[in-house]
């Protein structure tokens, strides 16, 4: 079990409490604006995911085959930049960031062979602990469950989802090499506004925020807000108006309840059972203003007559029977708590005592929903089980007497042409949102709340589907808008939507208008694709031009592998270039690995946490021929901007070779103006460009070379010259004089790894460029450096110097395009 969580707070409504931001001055409160929420501000004020980060690049650091094959950390061939005197360095940087997610897999999701991990921000050590200890939340707040998930959590990884800050560098150590790894972290162009992360901050607050995932609002309450709702009927091929509104404001919650949909009767789930004279007991959440509260206990009546009683803060409630013997399949057994027992409180104290049994008596999951009104709420959910130890402490689980752990498989009884048609209205009717008279939401209402290959229950931070009786599909996406907002549901599944339910929450904002049309707000979009796969093409996710943020995806993968390795379509890498550059700034390892889980999330196992998940897994049946899986990954902290353009690819199989149906919603946030537009470029390798630009080097050379670009251009070979220099480099650029930073895109061999550099502008010194990528296979290498608008703005030209580090290999450049933020 994990340790040093603080039991107190028990995911009651009164526990979410947002800190309050530290005062900053106007130049800082700008800076703070334009790269986005730093450190614990990411998770305690998330209507600000609709702030758009021109000030912020995301990168990543993995294992990726640097051939481009599939070696992306099986035999630990690419899983380390560099060895220290502590072990393997995953990831290396100078100057002002932040590392937002790191994911690890090895031994089907075991950490315990990479020993320790050592995080260094600013020069100091902040975490200094054994990988599976930490990922097991045994150091203790911040680091516990859900900012940190163990390989039962993620079904085969494990993650740390921490914010780190840092304001001068960072390196990651693992103390052996580590196979499979991703770490993700946000460049800042400076310092200004960023603290260097304490690890003695146990941020309470947000822990206790993120372990509402699914079931509560995760952002700060509007005030003033109200809903608007419809009910009604939507014919095949019909469209509803569900919510219109005018003037300046924020939706901040949509809920939609389709009475035919059924749940998908497929269920992985692991629990526990205890014997005569056992119990069990745990803490939920629920609504102050309840009028009266419903728990539904999932069983297995494997076992004859499991026969308990149900207390509630100590008060009797009833008692439960599971009946006759029924060999593979869920019972769920719905208890209700009467309103004289619950009404007024913010969480309660369940306890569930042995009866009578042929055996014993199990249980694997509650759902909690409060009354509010005609309508029951989702308030949590405990999933416990030997795979749920976090959430079962965080729920203060006890139980006496344990008889068994362990994992099912079952069904839910389900009649298959029901099954059928709910899956083809999931599909099939769609949510539509028009804000400022542009539609940006068209997608799959089952896609959209987050699965999209039928009603499996999900939860993530910005969206849950409650898949017991009369659950709400709710989504917490901040929705800014201008002008005016409308919402529709579509109806294109050619089967007939009988009292539907929409409910749309806003609230008014004078400011919104303004925050949009300067540019520093984003419209939401959710943006839908569904084909099938071609060869050699990777499948897209999103293609954008304009100023953005990408916020994650729902995944709904149907592969048409017939024999043989049914899941390979998984091991697709993905691809992530941002504003033309020729290299991607992220390069994954693998589909699942994407997800955060690993090794075909463990053959199929389920789960859900605050960014990723598998909630969705069919085989031969259900409405999946062959062998499918629905996922999503949700990219909070680590979410990529944009300034000129985006494109985010996922390979389908090893080699894009692998035959699917792929569907997919992609979240973002965006503007159709760019805000990165290049104003200059410097060919080095051009007596011409050289002179225009006064370019100067010393110790240089000069030669051809032929070679290929990393990711999509890993198979077509490009030819030029570049050059190499070991002492000082300078050339003068031109930008906007209106600039508010700039950014230098050096192309270059990267034959060499761990190439270093001082870089000045105008004879002060801005920062240092590291770049600790080396490639021997692909070698050409497009990289960028941010310019600072403090050294850059109002400046129509600069004179930058690049000073080689004198201990490192030589400085390799053929061309630097200059990128000018407006």
Not at 5 to 33: M, R
Not at 689 to 707: F, M, N
Request: charged letters at 25%; hydrophobic letters at 35%.
């Amino acid at each position: 079990m994990r340790g040093r969580i603080v039991l107190a707070a028990v995911l009651g409504a009164a526990a979410f409490v947002t800190a309050p931001a530290a005062p900053a001055d106007p130049s800082t409160q700008d800076v703070l604006s334009a790269r986005g929420p730093v450190g614990w501000q990411t998770y305690r004020d998330l209507t600000a995911a609709a702030q758009l980060r021109q000030d912020s690049q995301v990168r990543q650091f993995s294992s990726y085959d640097r051939t481009g094959g599939n070696d992306d950390g099986f035999d630990n061939t690419y899983s380390c930049l560099r060895h220290s005197s502590d072990g393997c360095v995953i990831a290396e940087r100078r100057g002002a960031g932040e590392i937002d997610s790191m994911w690890f897999t090895r031994d089907y999701g075991s950490m315990v062979h990479n020993g320790r991990i050592r995080v260094e921000l600013d020069g100091r050590v902040v975490v200094d602990e054994l990988l599976q200890e930490l990922v097991d939340g045994r150091a203790g707040a911040p680091f516990v469950w859900p900012l940190v998930g163990n390989g039962d959590d993620t079904a085969g990884g494990s993650v740390i989802k921490v914010p780190m800050p840092y304001r001068e560098s960072m390196r990651v150590t693992v103390q052996k090499d580590p196979f499979f790894y991703h770490v993700t972290y946000r460049e800042f162009p400076d310092a200004r506004g960023v603290t260097t992360f304490n690890p003695r901050d146990a941020a309470q607050d947000v822990v206790n925020r993120l372990r509402g995932f699914g079931v509560r609002d995760p952002k700060p309450a509007l005030p003033g807000a109200g809903a608007q709702r419809f009910s009604g009927d939507v014919a095949p091929g019909a469209a509803a108006s569900v919510a219109s509104l005018s003037g300046s404001g924020w939706v901040s919650q949509v809920r939609v309840r389709l009475p035919e949909v059924v749940a998908s009767p497929r269920v992985g789930n692991d629990g526990r059972a205890f014997g005569a004279g056992g119990s069990s007991a745990f803490t939920v959440a629920v609504d102050r203003n309840n009028n009266g509260v419903r728990l539904t206990r999932r069983v297995d009546p494997v076992i004859a007559n499991q026969v308990a009683r149900i207390t509630v803060d100590g008060r009797e409630i009833g008692t439960v029977d599971s009946g006759p013997v029924r060999n593979g399949q869920w019972v769920d057994q719905v208890i209700d708590v009467p309103a004289a027992v619950a009404r007024g409180k913010s969480s309660l104290k369940v306890g569930v005592e042995y009866v009578s049994s042929a055996l014993d008596v199990n249980e694997f999951r509650y759902d909690v929903h409060s009354r509010l009104g005609d309508t029951w709420t989702r308030t949590d959910v405990l999933d416990l089980g030997p795979g749920h130890d976090g959430e079962e402490e965080a729920h203060g689980y006890t139980i006496r007497n344990q008889s068994w752990e362990g994992t099912r498989v079952y069904r839910y009884p389900a009649d298959p042409a029901q099954v059928t048609r709910s899956d083809a209205l999931l599909e099939g009717a769609r949510l539509r949102a028009t804000f400022d008279g542009r539609t940006t939401v068209d997608a799959p209402v089952g896609e959209f709340f987050g699965s999209g290959i039928g009603e499996y229950d999900t939860r993530t931070l910005f969206s849950s589907i409650d898949a017991t009786a009369e659950g709400w599909y709710t989504a917490w996406w901040p929705m800014p808008y201008g002008r005016s907002a409308t919402f529709e549901l579509v109806n294109g599944s050619g089967v007939p939507i009988t009292g539907a339910v929409v409910e749309v929450t806003s609230a008014r904002d004078r400011a919104v208008a303004g925050g949009l049309s300067s540019g520093r707000l984003g419209y939401f979009n959710a943006t839908h694709r569904r084909g099938d796969t071609v060869p050699d093409r990777s499948w897209n996710f999103l293609e954008a031009e304009g100023t953005g943020v990408f916020y994650g995806v729902t995944h709904s993968m149907r592969g048409n592998i017939p024999a043989g390795n049914r899941r390979n379509y998984l091991e697709g890498d993905e691809t992530v270039y941002v504003d033309g550059a020729a290299s991607p700034t992220l390069y994954g390892t693998g589909s699942e690995d994407f997800y955060e889980s690993g090794w075909y999330f463990r053959d199929g196992t389920t789960f859900v946490m605050p960014e990723a998940g598998n909630p969705a897994y069919e085989l031969d049946g259900d409405g999946c021929r062959y062998d499918c899986t629905g996922a999503y990954r949700l990219m909070v902290a680590d979410a990529v901007s944009f300034g000129a353009s985006l494109r985010f690819d996922i390979e389908h199989g090893p080699a894009d070779n692998e035959p699917a149906d792929y569907s997919s919603t992609a979240y973002w946030y965006g503007t159709t103006g760019k805000s990165l537009t290049e104003t200059d470029a410097v060919d080095a390798t051009s007596d011409e460009s050289r002179a225009a630009h006064g370019y100067e080097a010393a110790g240089e050379t000069r030669g051809p070379l032929t070679s290929t670009f990393e990711g999509r251009g890993d198979t077509t070979p490009v030819t030029r010259d570049v050059t190499t220099a070991t002492g000082e480099v300078s050339f003068t650029v031109e930008m906007a004089r209106d600039n508010k930073g700039v950014r230098l895109l050096r192309l270059g061999d990267q034959n060499a790894a761990y190439q270093r550099a001082t870089v000045l502008v105008n004879g002060k010194r801005v920062g240092e460029w590291l770049q600790p990528l080396g490639n021997t296979h692909s070698r050409w290498l497009e990289d960028s450096f941010e310019l600072p608008a403090s050294a850059t703005g109002g400046k129509s030209s600069v004179t930058v110097t690049i000073r080689p580090a004198p201990d490192g290999p030589a400085w390799s450049a053929a061309t630097y395009r200059v990128l000018s933020r407006g």
